[in-house]
């Protein structure tokens, strides 16, 4: 089993809808990232969590450390938002060793 | 200001060769770190160099090796190259503070096809 488990694996959704990616882990961690990578392999850092909630314009993440879990939010989805989304997380083990999950590849059909 | 830099942008090497991949962080980064992604799946950590020091190690065998020079730039060096080395290679930098607020920056990697 990974230690970063990520859901859905594929979403297909109409623009304008609402989306939620998850991710699920199974370490102490210190701080939680949400990627966003592009076709041609440059990932973004949207989002670094080490508790509660961030909000981006149309982009939420929050954390529930206890459950270990976090989730992703985009509200009014764009086809522009296609791509695929990366949680990583860096464990408490005192090094630097960030442990991703395999992604979640959104496409947003106009 | 320029963010984080990687060449070449694609290589295509034999079995065996050997191949040496570059990456320039932000400036003010001390701190690179080196990723493999294969088709289809995240991100798997190789190397972390903080301060020209090696701060922490993937499990990956010996014919991968990194470095950081005094400029905070780094090279990722993997010999004997096998199919299964046909990836992506992210580099990515951070800035010097704290470990647990600063975000990580990624470059757009280097895909290397191994044949």
């Known amino acids: 089993k990974n230690e970063v488990e990520q859901s859905p694996q594929n979403l297909t959704a109409q623009e304008g809808e609402f989306i939620t990616i998850n991710c699920s882990y199974s370490?102490?961690?210190?701080?939680l990232h949400w990627l966003q990578q592009h076709p041609g392999g440059g990932i973004v850092s949207l989002f670094m969590?080490?508790?509660g909630k961030k909000k981006h314009g149309r982009l939420i993440a929050t954390i529930n450390i206890q459950e270990k879990h976090s989730s992703l939010h985009i509200t009014a989805s764009h086809p522009r938002d296609s791509a695929v989304y990366i949680c990583a997380v860096l464990p408490t083990s005192g090094t630097y060793k960030y442990i991703f999950g395999t992604g979640t590849r959104l496409k947003v059909l106009a | 200001d320029a963010g984080v830099t990687q060449s070449p942008t694609h290589l295509i090497k034999t079995r065996g060769q050997h191949v040496t991949l570059r990456c320039s962080p932000i400036?003010?980064?001390?701190?690179v770190s080196w990723y493999q992604q294969v088709l289809g799946q995240g991100p798997q950590f190789i190397f972390q160099?903080?301060?020209?020091?090696?701060?922490g190690r993937g499990n990956f065998p010996d014919r991968f090796s990194a470095r950081q020079f005094p400029n905070y730039s780094s090279e990722l060096n993997v010999n004997a190259l096998l199919l299964g080395d046909s990836a992506l290679y992210l580099c990515a930098s951070r800035q010097a503070g704290g470990l647990y607020n600063s975000p990580l920056h990624f470059g757009n990697g280097t895909r290397l096809t191994v044949t």
């Open positions: 969590l080490s508790s």
């Open positions: 160099y903080y301060e020209k020091e090696e701060r």
């Open positions: 370490v102490g961690i210190s701080a």
């Open positions: 400036s003010g980064h001390k701190s």
